[in-house]
């Protein structure tokens, strides 16, 4: 029948990202929940090229969780084959979109190249819209005459959660922080530690490495330890998120650590860090706990954040986080009615 592969975007050999991790683990255990026993016959990162391993005619198809719709696509963030006449057909997931500040103007200003462009044209021409994480990069395609359509992101989705009553935490007596990217949020991130050390006197507080740590994080890291965080480093394996399992809440910079906690029906609080994060706090119906990070018109990181994230908490939990069973509808509805039916195709030509 021809061999299945996987192009992922988690970068083992590199930073170890948990939360690309994430997006394809979770993407495989949507497809195996409609096709059970489903293996791709190999697992790949993006930037391997895939001439002189696998003949275009031994592959009947590609999935690529976490697709980038960025400039470049191919053949540079997804080498794939040097001629791609012949080529099996692509099946993106939770297409995604990368620049390092948040901002409208990430979006809006983007242009693609005609090579990027019929590429993505192309892959749209055999199997269809391409799924978005977020509203703002659908935008962007169309505007480019590229089908997409809102999906979510696929982290967001566990088939074993799906649909579940929201059960939140009665009082929070644990707490997570999850590192940044971004050396100049630093001070920021070390006025938000203190602050929720503040705000929740009495719970287990985890500052989380989602990375390969570098100087930023380490820093962080070392900061929230002399307030008595418990310091862990989950960059690896989707696995390693198991450490969430016993957490509240989750305050932090991280998409993933967002994700990771509402897959889970867990309230989280994300600090919208670069455009990627942007783009979720910008897309109906999933705006809700996102406070803005970086200050577009002054462009700086804004000192008010790590203030009005942690008052936001404290709102929701007074209120026993009531806001968030709206969201949670959201991420069902979309499921329902966007990865469902696309999981559900892609399954029939994968078994």
């Not at 090579?115 to 659908?138: E, H, M, N, S, W």
């Not at 740590?213 to 998120?241: I, Q, R, T």
């Not at 970086?294 to 008010?304: F, G, L, N």
Request: hydrophobic share 45%; charged share 20%.
């Amino acid at each position: 029948m021809g061999k299945v592969l996987c192009l992922t975007t988690w970068p083992a050999h590199k930073s170890g990202n948990v939360g690309d991790a994430l997006i394809t683990a979770s993407a495989l255990k949507l497809i195996r929940a409609q096709a059970p026993g489903f293996a791709p016959d190999a697992m790949l990162f993006r930037e391997e090229a895939l001439d002189g391993r696998f003949a275009k005619g031994e592959v009947r198809a590609v999935i690529a969780p976490g697709f980038s719709v960025a400039e470049g696509t191919y053949p540079t963030l997804f080498r794939l084959w040097r001629d791609m006449a012949g080529a099996p057909p692509i099946h993106p997931l939770g297409c995604s979109f990368q620049a390092p500040f948040p901002g409208r103007a990430a979006f809006d200003e983007h242009v693609h190249g005609p090579q990027t462009l019929d590429f993505l044209k192309g892959v749209a021409d055999r199997t269809g819209p391409l799924p978005c994480r977020d509203a703002l990069i659908v935008e962007v395609l169309e505007r480019h005459g590229v089908p997409a359509v809102y999906s979510g992101d696929m982290a967001l989705y566990d088939p074993d959660v799906l649909g579940r009553s929201f059960a939140p935490p009665p009082e929070v007596r644990s707490v997570a922080f999850t590192v940044g990217h971004h050396p100049r949020y630093q001070a920021q991130a070390l006025d938000l530690l203190a602050r929720i050390r503040g705000a929740f006197p009495g719970a287990r507080l985890l500052c989380a490495y989602h990375s390969k740590p570098g100087p930023h994080p380490l820093a962080v890291g070392a900061a929230a330890g002399a307030l008595g965080y418990e310091v862990a480093d989950l960059h690896g394996s989707a696995e390693n998120l198991a450490a969430y399992d016993g957490i509240d809440l989750h305050i932090g910079y991280r998409l993933h650590g967002h994700a990771a906690f509402l897959r889970s029906r867990k309230p989280s609080v994300l600090l919208v860090e670069d455009a990627r994060a942007y783009g979720i706090a910008r897309t109906p119906g999933m705006g809700l706990g996102c406070v803005d990070a970086w200050d577009e018109v002054a462009e700086v990181a804004r000192p008010e954040a790590p203030e009005e994230a942690v008052a936001f908490a404290l709102t929701q939990a007074r209120t026993g986080w009531s806001a968030y069973a709206s969201l949670f509808a959201h991420i069902d509805r979309t499921y329902t009615q966007v990865i469902a039916p696309t999981i559900s195709r892609l399954a029939l030509r994968l078994v």
